[in-house]
């Protein structure tokens, strides 16, 4: 049974520039939650995907924004990188909307420089 | 303005010790889940208490929700090394179903 994935595991990035992410959820899941966790804080919501729609959202600017396929896996993309987006970026998926439960992928690092 | 506090943010104990971590809130959640990430790691998910005064147990974790549903502890019985790690709670709020808030976290280290 595959957990939640995600990709790449380490991205380095120029201030200016756009990144992806990218996850897969855990088989059986069709709800994916993206989080960033600055070091030493716990992670912070940023929005949720169900049935290819963003349903719920933190309190991130616009830059931030991401797109659910039909297979449900999950893309986040950050626009205009500033070096306060510097973080892990989690991914969790889970089933249906208003789940409780909900299960991580190991993170991407990201580095803006 | 941090929703859920975790406390203490770090605490380094000896194997075979007892301890407890508390993380409380001003604000009444729906549910309230713990999590052990270790570095470089996703947060994995050990337990989700749901009913006021519910009290949870995982081999030597002991976790309980406040009956008001704003505060939650974790009790671990004769820590061992393998408990070292990062533990966090989460709440559920009502207004928001699908918005799950984190503290901050408890660095634990547990040494030999």
């Known amino acids: 049974d595959a957990g939640v994935t995600q990709s790449p595991t380490h991205l380095i990035k120029t201030r200016g520039q756009q990144v992806t992410l990218r996850c897969s959820p855990k088989?059986?899941?069709?709800?994916v939650s993206w989080y960033q966790q600055a070091l030493g804080q716990g992670p912070q919501f940023i929005f949720q995907y169900y049935e290819e729609e963003e349903r719920q959202r933190g309190n991130f600017p616009d830059r931030f924004s991401g797109h659910q396929f039909p297979n449900y896996s999950s893309e986040l993309n950050v626009n205009a990188l500033l070096l306060g987006d510097s973080a892990l970026y989690l991914c969790?998926?889970?089933f249906g909307q208003g789940r409780v439960e909900q299960y991580f992928g190991p993170g991407t690092r990201l580095t803006v420089t | 303005t941090q929703l859920l506090e975790q406390s203490p943010q770090f605490l380094s104990i000896q194997e075979g010790e007892n301890l407890t971590v508390y993380c409380n809130s001003s604000s009444v959640f729906s549910s309230l889940q713990w999590y052990r990430q270790e570095p470089g790691e996703g947060p994995v998910l050990l337990v989700t208490?749901?009913?006021?005064?519910e009290v949870k147990k995982l081999k030597r974790l002991t976790f309980q929700f406040g009956d008001a549903r704003k505060d939650s502890s974790l009790h671990i019985t004769a820590a061992q090394p393998g408990d070292t790690g990062l533990y966090l709670c989460a709440g559920e709020r009502y207004s928001s179903a699908s918005k799950i808030i984190f503290g901050s976290g408890t660095r634990l280290s547990i040494r030999p």
């Open positions: 208490v749901v009913t006021g005064g």
């Open positions: 969790a998926s889970s």
């Open positions: 088989s059986g899941h069709d709800t």
